[in-house]
């Protein structure tokens, strides 16, 4: 492509240029075309209309379950398509394709995008069997068992969230609640009956809504992923994933392991453990993830993070947007590029105040030991958060770039370097002590429409020009999910 049709396209479809960027490299992107004497199939389910009997091949003859999808023999470059406005309770586990053709998860027809849902529904009367002293506890079910942690209780689709405790005393005021791992019963601390102070009641169980141990060659498009006690997409050992246009949110909180008697709570929108490559996360929109929103980490001697993208993605009430770490010394990291995102309110998502360590950041750069090179942040927007926006614990920063990004802090500290803090009007000092951010500015980035968290930018805002390319820092999107 010539540069002057690339700048072009740059300043007028943002979409055009990713696909031609993908294009180019597949590697983070659209695999190779592939022998079309061999058409892929493409499947069809929705939750309303399907069948588990039929053939799944229209979506006249679609399939109904998560079940028959996670059983069915799914080639390389077979599709499966969900029904717009459909919802499914469950686990998606993903088939995979190979080097020429990528099994596709995607979305048909019109309307709302497909929901894989990580909960159980309590919000019937019957559910619910009143104790002593404003408590409730769930009634045993075999077709909806508690039968692993329950990480979150979501009232009326996050109007309300549970605080989760970790003993039956411990419930004093209303939304506390305890899962009994002997019984499989959640007891919930409530005045009155809880269906009769919200509508919709989801206990959030600890399984990651797709898991993906071992996937290679996997897309994810238009999919919403919701109420899920672990990882919305999580697993470990993965190679050409891409989860493009995903909504992701209120994920996590379930007890990962208990550590000196304290208990560990975990829970990220998208997590690569461990051995990861050549994997992409784009225009998704991602919000109240208990821990980060996306993260690549891992703690083995095979633990290898190669050559992975997340950019044009919209984040806002995580506790990290971005959470990075790597070890022991045998590890290795490269080409991690962090680009193009919009990130809001760090630490401001329903678990921050019920955490054993709330430390709200955007960029949450925990100890890392591994070698590194090449890890870029750049034309991100980072605003506001509990605790500062960046963070980095040790000095392993001569493989790190940072720079063209708009950072705005409306109250303390703006960078925790080396546990050194900067406030906004001290930027030069940080730039002085970091080497980072030489281009980037410090200034709040007016976005046109906060309160219904639409953060694109608002004509005038600093953010148009601070970029190192002809776009605007931070993503292309709405964030508004019903936009």
Not at 51 to 60: E, L, M, V
Not at 148 to 157: L, Y
């Given at each position: ?11 007028t ?7 031609a960027?993908?294009?180019r ?24 209309r399907g ?10 003859t ?26 499914w ?6 088939k995979?394709g190979n080097a020429s053709?990528?099994?596709?998860y995607g ?8 929901i894989?849902q ?10 619910w069997?009143k ?16 039968d ?10 996050g109007?309300a ?12 005021q209303?939304?506390d609640f305890?899962y009994?791992?002997t ?14 102070q ?5 206990l959030?169980?600890r399984?990651?809504i797709?898991?993906?141990?071992n996937?290679?060659?996997?897309t994810?498009?238009?999919?919403h ?6 990882h ?11 989860a ?18 304290k ?6 929108g998208?997590?690569f ?16 993830i ?9 703690n ?8 992975i ?52 950041h ?9 070698p590194?090179?090449d ?5 991100n ?10 963070r ?7 493989a790190?770039?940072m720079?063209?990004n708009l ?12 546990r050194?803090k900067?406030?906004?009007?001290q930027?030069d ?6 080497g980072?951010?030489?281009h980037?500015l ?19 805002s600093p ?21």
């Open positions: 492509m010539k540069p002057s049709l690339l700048a072009a396209l740059l300043i479809s943002p979409a055009v240029l990713l696909y960027e993908n294009a490299n597949p590697a983070v992107g659209i695999p190779p075309m592939t022998n079309p004497s061999m058409p892929p199939a493409t499947y069809y389910v929705s939750s309303s069948n588990d009997q039929a053939d799944g091949r229209s979506p006249q679609a399939w109904r379950t998560l079940s028959r999808v996670n059983t069915a023999a799914i080639e390389p470059g077979d599709t499966v398509l969900f029904q717009r406005d459909n919802l309770r469950g686990q998606l586990r993903p995979n053709r990528a099994v596709t979305a048909y027809g019109s309307g709302a995008k497909p894989i990580g909960s159980v529904a309590k919000d019937d009367p019957e559910d069997v104790s002593d002293n404003s408590l409730w506890a769930t009634r045993s079910s075999t077709t909806a068992p508690l692993v942690d329950v990480g979150n209780i979501i009232f009326d689709h109007r969230c549970g605080v989760k405790k970790w003993r039956l005393e411990d419930l004093h209303n939304g305890w009994d791992d019984k499989h019963q959640v007891w919930l601390y409530s005045d009155s009956s809880p269906t009769t919200f509508h919709s009641i989801e959030a169980l399984n990651h797709i898991l993906e141990d996937a290679r060659y996997v994810y498009e238009d999919l992923l919701r109420y899920g006690g672990a919305g997409i999580g697993g470990t050992n993965t190679e050409h994933i891409t493009r246009r995903c909504d992701i949110c209120f994920i996590g909180g379930s007890l990962q392991k208990m550590r000196d008697g208990p560990i709570r975990y829970g990220n998208v997590e453990w461990n051995r990861a490559q050549h994997n992409l996360v784009e225009q998704c929109r991602i919000w109240e208990y821990d980060a929103a996306l993260t690549d980490q891992g083995g001697t095979d633990s290898e993070q190669v050559d993208t997340y950019r044009d993605n919209t984040i806002w009430n995580a506790e990290y947007s971005f959470e990075f770490w790597n070890r022991p010394a045998t590890a290795r990291t490269e080409n991690i590029l962090f680009e193009h995102n919009t990130c809001v309110n760090a630490g401001h998502g329903w678990g921050h105040n019920q955490r054993p360590d709330p430390n709200g955007h960029l949450m750069f925990w100890s890392n030991t591994a590194a090179r890890v870029v942040i750049r034309n927007i980072f605003c506001d958060s509990t605790d500062a926006c960046m980095i614990d040790n000095d392993w920063t001569a790190l770039t720079d063209h950072w705005f802090q409306a109250s303390g500290p703006l960078f925790d370097f080396l050194r900067f406030a906004p009007d930027a000092s940080y730039r002085s002590a970091t980072f951010d030489t980037s410090v200034a709040e980035p007016k976005f046109h429409d906060p309160a219904r968290h639409d953060y694109r930018l608002d004509a005038g953010g148009i020009n601070t970029a190192s390319d002809a776009r605007p820092c931070g993503s292309i999107l709405s964030a508004n999910p019903n936009d």
